[in-house]
């Protein structure tokens, strides 16, 4: 198992927001930054989101990152079929001394 | 545009060994430290391991670390993974990924390759 925990799936209609948890602890997600990658099927992962809430140029703004204390979320308002994918958290761990992921929460837009 | 194309997975027999590839274009990967990434359908994304700019510093998780070893030919911008003594466990997509600084540290990786699968089974 990981040691930074996400639902491993999601679900939301077009047009609604949908939220995506990712828990850590004080050694990973409290301490250093978090990162979100969407991982569309048959396809590698892409950077979403980098130090916790910075979105890297061509993502749209409907993709939010926050983090408190040792969780972090993505937010994903107006979702459109094209947001379906895999999305995992990662996050440098002081303790082993080396980046971990999330398990990846799969969403569906129904 | 950047570029980042795996090669060298194949199937191979508990024991042996593989050699993988990542061949950069559209930037010189001499000024970026450069990671592994793997994924299995159980345990999803694993870091492996990542050297630094200029190869003088080499990071291994745990499981592979006396089995793998990561390298850098900056001149003919690839990086490769020697892996041996291959375990079922090693069974997945290998991904090579580009980091954004000179070290592997608390940051990102982007963009990814699109991985070469290795699968090791009697």
């Known amino acids: 198992q990981s040691v930074v925990t996400q639902p491993p799936s999601a679900s939301a209609t077009p047009g609604q927001t949908v939220t995506i948890s990712c828990s850590g602890s004080?050694?990973?997600?409290?301490?250093?930054?978090v990162y979100w990658y969407q991982q569309i099927p048959g396809t590698a992962p892409k950077l979403v989101i980098f130090?916790?809430?910075q979105r890297p140029s061509g993502v749209p703004d409907r993709f939010t990152g926050s983090k408190i204390g040792n969780s972090a979320s993505l937010a994903i308002s107006g979702l459109r079929s094209e947001d379906e994918a895999a999305y995992y958290c990662a996050a440098w761990d002081d303790t082993l001394k080396g980046r971990v992921f999330g398990g990846g929460t799969k969403l569906t837009v129904l | 545009e950047v570029e980042l194309l795996e090669s060298g997975g194949g199937f191979v027999q508990p024991g042996g060994s593989l050699r993988l590839s990542c061949a950069a274009s559209g930037f010189s990967i001499g000024n970026f430290a450069m990671s592994w990434v793997r994924q299995t359908p159980g345990k999803g994304l694993e870091w492996v391991s990542s050297i630094s700019a200029t190869g003088e510093r080499t990071y291994y998780t745990e499981t592979v670390k006396g089995r793998f070893t990561i390298s850098r030919d900056n001149s003919k911008n690839t990086v490769e993974l020697e892996m041996n003594s291959l375990k079922d466990d090693d069974t997945a997509l290998y991904y090579c990924a580009k980091e954004p600084v000179l070290y592997y540290y608390d940051n990102w990786v982007d963009p990814w390759g699109q991985g070469t699968q290795v699968t090791v089974s009697s």
């Open positions: 130090r916790n809430n």
């Open positions: 004080s050694s990973n997600v409290g301490s250093n930054y």
